[in-house]
């Protein structure tokens, strides 16, 4: 699937198989979002790899849209490490292109995935650090649920002309 392919064609996709990750994905994944643009090239991101069941099953009750976890075998969040990036609003936007690398990067491999935002809300920052024991310095971004997909959803055009202006409003 070429880049272009991947970005008109990839879903949210929330149901999936009974079926684990390799370890090898998940590093095609992190190596994926890894290669985003970072403001300075700090790299601030940190990323948190969770295949732990029971974690997984905690996590919903933290937050409200994470249903999908209680079936998903896989889900990285996406954090920020707030000492080598400390200029607010760069960091979170690191770490949003990172996030939508991993996402790109799952449909490319053929599994499904979504972005469950974390950051601005302090409620599921501060419950998701809770639980995952993050020091301080460590801010989360996005978590994303991952797995082999068990629902196939259509491409959708999203394209808009009436979004686009040229040179002035």
Known sequence: MDALEAILTRRSIRKYQVKL?????????LEAAMAAPSSMNLQPWRFIVIDDRA????????HPHAKM???APLA???????KVQNIEGYWAQDCSAATENIL?????????AVWLGVFPRKERMDAVAGLLGLPEEIKPVSLISI??????????????????HR???
Request: net charge negative; hydrophobic share 40%; proline share 5%.
């Open 147 to 164: 797995g082999h997909p068990a629902e196939d959803k259509p491409t959708s055009n999203r394209f808009n002309t009436s979004f686009v």
């Open 69 to 71: 976890l209680k079936e």
């Open 55 to 62: 974690i997984l099953d905690k996590i919903p009750e933290l």
């Open 167 to 169: 040179n002035k409003w």
């Open 104 to 112: 790109l990067a799952a449909h490319a491999l053929g599994l499904g």
């Open 21 to 29: 990750v390799d370890d090898d994905t998940v590093r095609k994944l």
């Open 76 to 82: 990285v969040l996406v954090c920020s490490d707030s």
